[in-house]
């Protein structure tokens, strides 16, 4: 079978430049929402109805409450999450054309989007909120915009997985975030883009010293290194359902569609390395 890291870096990679793309402000503002993180919490959670910070502080995981607080639920007075979901498809397909050039329209997305679609289908709901609302949502009939559609619901299943895995672990989204900065994964702004103050930062560091995880200096300890290990081997075990209904033919051949697509996304600069979501290069 098609190598499982492998397979979520390329779905991360066509999912993400919704995250990135100039489209968006354009898009979201038209739609009435306001700045760059009122249009990130909102387009994220819409899937979930007009929900609370709280709700989306808990799916989302790693970032601040005060952070989400700022958008949520002041969005939803100025755009209802289905608006929100319209907007968020068009800059997810107006950014994907401009990047992906003549692959956009090309026969292998659709075959890549059914693919993709099978196994949306084949993975279980349950305890999986983000996936469950995104998988719920009615798919696209355009293929780019049905594959995006799927390799979201994908990255929201393997991402609800990895919530799991840290709950399980004991280490909370603060403490998470500063293992990830302390071994280079993610940008050196990684605390203010997930908004966590120095004081919160400075305390999920002290945790994290006195559980042996990072040593004196701020480095990630053997230790470390062992538990953030479990915790990636446990988010894989848990995201494998998708893949296993694909059987081995399946997933290659859904990596062998997704490769060219995600490089020219890569190329066109339409994920920047490093970046918040510690996803590596291909």
Known sequence: ?????????????CHAPVYFAPEAKEVYAAAGLRGFWMGYFASRSAALGPVSPQVVTAAFYNF?????ARA??????FCPPEEVLA?????????????LGDLADHPDVREAAGLAGTAVEAC??????LFAAHAALPPPGEPLAALWHALTALREFRGDGHVAALVTAGVDGCEAN???SALGLVPPEQRAYRGWTEEEWRAAADRLRERGVLDREGAV??????????????????????MDALGEAGAARLAHLLRPLATRIIDGGGVPFPNAMAMPRL
């Open 124 to 129: 279980p709901a349950a305890g999986r909120v």
């Open 1 to 13: 079978m098609a190598g499982m890291d492998e397979i979520w870096r390329l779905a991360e990679c």
């Open 72 to 77: 949520i639920p002041d969005a939803w007075r």
């Open 221 to 242: 300890t053997e230790k470390g290194r062992r538990e953030r290990d479990a915790v990636e081997a446990a988010t894989e075990r848990l995201a494998r359902a998708p």
């Open 178 to 180: 500063v293992v990830a």
């Open 87 to 99: 907007a968020r498809l068009e800059v997810a397909g107006r950014c994907l054309r401009r990047l």
């Open 64 to 68: 601040a409450p005060s952070m989400v």
